[in-house]
């Protein structure tokens, strides 16, 4: 089983709906939860981290379960620029090594 | 842009040889994490440096080397290339704390490494 499980996709979405990506972690003392956007042939940019009391920024909103071990991000009002893979990251313990999915695809349609 | 710069951009090498890839931190930043990312997959750890020293390896073989300079850029080498080792090789900086924990890790651009 992977560490960090995430459904690949492509999710393919109309502009303007909302959609939402979940990702799994095996690991219970994992501690910093992070999704990242990677644009084609670009490096991961840190989209926003995930704390136990859920977080928003705009039209994004992350949750963790630390019961169930999985981690949401839900993308409201759909931008064509929000098209891009989703990398789900987990931070083993606060220490070095972070672990990332294997991300979710994206694309938003006009 | 994170101001983390990674050089080159792209390379192309033959099975057998040898590649060194180099990473300038932000600034600020006292610590360098080396991610490969192939096609289709997420980043795999390789190693972290931090105070000049390997801080955590991920599974990768030894023929992956690094250092880490006062300056705290940071290279990765990798000797006796594969066919495989062909990927986005990722940088990271971050900042480790007095007490040991560390924060946010912010990307360069990547070097894209083809082996032939």
């Known amino acids: 089983r992977k560490e960090v499980e995430q459904d690949p996709g492509p999710f393919n979405v109309p502009e303007g709906a909302t959609v939402a990506f979940n990702c799994t972690y095996s690991n219970s003392a994992s501690q910093s939860f992070f999704w990242y956007r990677q644009d084609c042939r670009k490096e991961p940019k840190l989209l926003m981290s995930?704390?136990?009391s859920g977080n928003e920024d705009g039209r994004f909103t992350a949750q963790l379960n630390r019961a169930s071990q999985y981690i949401s991000l839900l993308i409201r009002d759909s931008k064509l620029s929000d098209s891009a893979t989703y990398l789900c990251v987990v931070n083993k313990g606060g220490t070095y090594k972070y672990i990332f999915g294997t991300g979710t695809r994206l694309k938003v349609l006009a | 842009e994170t101001g983390v710069t990674q050089s080159p951009t792209h390379l192309i090498k033959t099975r057998g040889q040898q590649v060194t890839l180099r990473c300038s931190s932000q600034s600020g930043h006292n610590t360098v994490s080396w991610y490969q990312q192939a096609l289709g997959q997420g980043p795999q750890f390789i190693f972290q440096?931090?105070?000049?020293?390997?801080?955590g390896r991920g599974n990768f073989p030894p023929r992956f080397s690094g250092l880490q300079f006062p300056n705290y850029s940071s290279e990765l080498n990798v000797n006796a290339l594969e066919l495989d080792d062909s990927a986005l090789y990722l940088c990271?900086?971050?900042?480790?704390?007095?007490?040991?924990?560390?924060?946010?890790?912010?990307f360069g651009p990547g070097t894209r490494l083809t082996v032939l």
């Open positions: 995930v704390y136990s």
């Open positions: 990271a900086s971050s900042l480790t704390l007095a007490g040991g924990s560390t924060d946010t890790q912010y």
């Open positions: 440096y931090y105070r000049e020293e390997e801080n």
